[in-house]
């Protein structure tokens, strides 16, 4: 899960409609889903992190602070109900990439080595999201139902990742094919498969960090090499930050 520096908002007061904040979020954090990190470039939701459907966060419906962005899996797997911030981690104010693994066979599990209160807190997040889910179902903006495989979607995004880590092993990395990499790394979504990937590759993993929009200003990654940072430096001091 990619840790992101959302910033402070772009505008004084609140957003009315909450859903104009969709451009400035993507600007500021990309096209992707900030749970499965699936690049999404229609239908992505701002998501409430406090849920605007609660009546304990109702007055929250249009705080920057409060929004990230979310498929509409995630979101609506996420549900409407009540989150405890200090239970659970949030990619704008935790290292959430150090939480987890991804794995070839295309499954995300917890990290072995955390704090017994850092994985209650990833596993809850898991759950939450639904990660551990293999897939799920969704009506298109045609009204048709798509089915969607969490699973074989990961798995072909890391062979997609080992192939670029052959080319670039054999043909060696140049300045183009480190753009080239980034930019395939993008389209494709799946930041922390490429990242595990290509954790042998300093330069890699630095022109990832970079290149993802609000990555490098999560503050979780050395800038030159793409080495974790953690505990997130929680900058925009949110409530609950930097649990890891």
């Given at each position: ?88 981690l949030l990619p704008d104010r935790d290292n959430t990439f150090f939480a987890y693994e991804y794995a070839e066979d295309g499954t995300v ?41 969490r699973v074989s979607g990961r798995q072909e995004i890391w062979s997609s990742a080992l192939d670029a880590r052959a080319e670039v092993a ?75």
């Amino acid at each position: 899960m990619r840790p992101v520096g959302r910033g402070q908002s772009p505008q004084e007061g609140d957003f009315d409609p909450y859903q104009s904040a969709r451009d400035p979020l993507r600007g500021r954090i990309g096209r992707y889903c900030s749970f499965c990190e699936r690049r999404v470039d229609a239908g992505l939701a701002v998501e409430h992190i406090e849920p605007k459907g609660h009546p304990d966060h109702a007055h929250k419906i249009g705080t920057w602070s409060n929004f990230l962005l979310a498929c509409a899996n995630c979101n609506a797997t996420k549900g409407k109900e009540p989150v405890s911030l200090d239970e659970i981690l949030l990619p704008d104010r935790d290292n959430t990439f150090f939480a987890y693994e991804y794995a070839e066979d295309g499954t995300v599990s917890v990290k072995v080595g955390l704090s017994e209160q850092q994985a209650a807190a990833a596993q809850k997040t898991l759950v939450m999201a639904g990660l551990d889910k293999e897939g799920y179902e969704f009506l298109d903006d045609n009204g048709k139902q798509v089915v969607v495989d969490r699973v074989s979607g990961r798995q072909e995004i890391w062979s997609s990742a080992l192939d670029a880590r052959a080319e670039v092993a054999a043909e060696g990395l140049t300045d183009r094919r480190l753009r080239l990499v980034s930019k395939f790394a993008q389209a494709s979504g799946g930041f922390s498969i490429w990242m595990k990937v290509f954790e042998e590759v300093p330069e890699v993993r630095a022109a990832l960090v970079a290149d993802h929009p609000g990555t490098a200003q999560s503050g979780c990654f050395d800038p030159a090499t793409g080495a974790i940072i953690t505990p997130h430096p929680n900058a925009d001091g949110l409530a609950h930050g930097g649990k890891l």
